[in-house]
């Protein structure tokens, strides 16, 4: 199997992780800048739409890395999704996938499932949770938490900081009671 | 009143410190930024690649069915211990010349309860802050109204800091 054919396979978490870990020591040693993704939420607001509030009132100039480096992520995504994809459906667990077929969602040729999270489907009560609800929890709880998986699971733990454990353990707590307790309720909608 | 601010001026003007035109205190041109961009591309195609930015293999994650999303995020935060281990022993400093500086991080109760809250988004989007900016680039168009509402979710958190328990 060609490099290029072997990349563009799903790659095993042992390949993944080190390099998800690696960008730690990398935006440290290229700049002196912490890993964490949600402030760039952070930095649009206080860029786009400041409106007085003093959380938004910084030099958000200064932190125009992280929003470049967002733009990175998408672009990121631009390039796996059209010269690295084998277009191959997503293989999950057959146990979840039974569940889900219980809900209607047996589309797996995305990595989002198509049958909940289209244009069409905002506008269904599912939908307008799954995405504008969820998304809304997102970036409020990871404000308040002061960070999200990049500055508390991953920056924050290697760094040995107590306050990102007691953050990740709380992500933790709140996805497995989303998962098994409620989002069953959302998705029989 | 007046007067006297100005004679104290007079008598003690503002002295440029050697460290104020130091070159690592000049404001970098915004292309100085492109290097993150190459990061953040690098890392956006780690993943899609492992899949972390999958609605479906998060809800594995949360129903315990797969060590997957276990295995990379424990893999990634043991390389980032290390190196931070590392840079710290032989006193690294970065490209240009600068000690390494992490802040460290202080411990409230929003770390509780943001944390509660950002873990039922987790599991609802299937996706973090990161994930979302990936997912609309592999062409999931509606997702950018899940990063809208996220920015928005933001904004009011930023509304109502001042209310909210700490």
Redo the contacts between chains.
């Keep these: 199997m060609g490099i290029i054919e072997s990349l563009k396979q799903p790659w095993p978490w042992y390949i993944a992780g080190p390099l998800i870990g690696l960008t730690v020591p990398m935006l440290l040693i290229v700049g002196n800048k912490s890993f964490g993704i949600s402030s760039s939420l952070r930095h649009i607001c206080a860029s786009c739409l400041p409106a007085n509030i003093p959380f938004f009132k910084y030099d958000w100039k200064k932190e125009l890395w992280n929003l470049f480096f967002v733009l990175g992520i998408l672009l990121g995504g631009v390039i796996a999704a059209s010269l690295l994809s084998n277009h191959a459906p997503v293989e999950v667990s057959p146990k979840l996938a039974a569940e889900l077929a219980g809900y209607g969602i047996t589309d797996y040729s995305n990595l989002v499932p198509k049958d909940i999270m289209t244009w069409p489907s905002l506008l269904t009560l599912k939908g307008f949770l799954l995405m504008v609800v969820g998304g809304f929890l997102v970036g409020f709880g990871t404000r308040y938490a002061g960070g999200c998986t990049s500055g508390h699971a991953i920056m924050g733990l290697s760094n040995l900081q107590w306050p990102s454990l007691i953050a990740t353990i709380c992500f933790m707590i709140g996805g497995l009671l989303m998962a098994n307790l409620i989002l069953p309720l959302i998705l029989i909608l | 009143m007046q007067q006297h601010t100005d004679t104290v001026h007079q008598t003690q003007p503002h002295t440029l410190k050697a460290s104020d035109t130091h070159p690592i205190q000049v404001q970098q041109k ?1 292309y100085a ?31 315990l ?5 276990y ?11 290390v ?2 281990l ?2 710290k022993k032989f006193k ?1 400093k ?3 010349g ?1 000690p ?9 109760k ?21 994930p ?12 950018s ?15 109502l ?1 001042e209310k ?1 328990p700490r």
């Design positions: 915004w930024n492109l290097k993150y961009m190459i990061i953040g591309m690098l890392f956006g195609i780690v993943f899609v690649k492992s899949e972390v930015i999958s609605w479906f293999r998060i809800q594995e994650m949360f129903r069915e797969s060590f997957h999303m295995g990379i995020i424990g893999s990634a935060i043991l390389t980032g211990m190196s931070i590392l840079l690294i970065t490209m240009d600068e390494i500086n992490i802040a460290p991080k202080t411990f409230n929003g770390q509780i309860y943001g944390g509660l809250i950002f873990g039922l988004g987790w599991a609802m989007t299937g996706a973090c802050p990161g979302l900016f990936a997912q609309i680039g592999t062409g999931v168009t509606v997702i109204v899940t990063l809208l509402s996220a920015i928005a979710g933001t904004w009011v958190y930023g509304l800091r909210l």
